[in-house]
């Protein structure tokens, strides 16, 4: 409903061009009383019709489809309504219309009883010129805000038509990405379970009904652009249990949150893989490790900061790590362009990422 009434008012503004521009306008609207005022403001609203015929109707149904015959019908129809139409509705053109035929009138027989003159003297040539003169100017007078409001219907739909591309392309990579990131998160998490299994730990049911939760959001959730970020909150806490069952005390870690989540949503498996290299590389039974994840909500700005010492080197599975951080990366840029701050800090020591997102 709001584009419909900035398009209304667009051409109620368009409509008041022709009047203030006629040299006829005295400030009043006599000048809607001036025949060839009429006849160009009637061209006008025609060229304005046209303009929206042809994006929406003529472009997309014929010209996209490539049938290019009855979108030619559509253009010649269009154009021949857009010179006759003006000409035929205005007072002087039907009064120029109803005359002529009686101009072109053979005369009587002389009084005599002669035979009329000749037929090239019986029609004025000059009728003809004039007549033929009058079409030709009705014509050119037609033709180019005619071609203006094609090529300018056109180009929009061309522009929109690659908007759209890029809009499908987007989603279809950030679709991809999803799918990429979620087996890389499910088999980390199943290696958890399994070495507890080994063990026999208590902590095993518990683990695996964290594990039910998490491959449930996963199921529900991998589709949707957008989540609750309350939503996504709980996945990246029930992810962090299961990666905290395979840590010892020599583990210094702390979880902190601050804000209302309220109605806020976010982009989903976004925060999740920063998570995994923290626990990946900032994890060392054998050395004192650290790591501090702070989650803060101001309004609508979400504020994610990770932290960890680099304390384990030997990862099997590097490769597949920085393939995550890659897509991570990339997934953010698709959903949230020019609307968040990333700086990652990497010293050889310490690890660490501040992550800012506009939620609106």
Known sequence: MKKIGQHIILILLLLTVPVVSSPDFDGTLSV???????????????????FYLNLNVFLPKFYSKKKYIPFIICLLICFGLMIFIPNYLTEESRISARNFPMQMQP??????????????????????????????????????PFLFSFLSSLFIFKNIEKKELERSKAKAELLSLKYQLQPHFLFNILNSIYSLTLFKSDDAPNSILKLSNVMRYVVQESSKDLVKLSKEIEYVKDYIALQLIRTDNSLDFSYTETGETKDLQIAPFILVNFIENAFKYGFNAEETSKIAINIMIEEEQFHFHVFNNIVNRNITDEESLKIGLKNTL????????????????????????????NLL
């Open 32 to 50: 809607f009383k001036v025949s060839p005022f009429q006849r160009e403001f009637i061209r006008f609203v025609l060229v304005v019709i046209f």
């Open 107 to 144: 005369p009587p027989l002389n009084p005599n009883g002669d035979m009329p003159p000749p037929m090239g003297e019986r029609f004025p040539q000059g009728n003809f010129q004039n007549r033929n003169n009058y079409y030709v100017q009705m014509i050119f007078s037609s033709l180019l």
């Open 330 to 357: 990339e997934h953010l840029q698709q959903a949230y362009p020019g609307k968040h701050s990333l700086n990652m800090t990497n010293d050889g020591k310490i690890f660490e990422v501040d992550l800012k997102i």
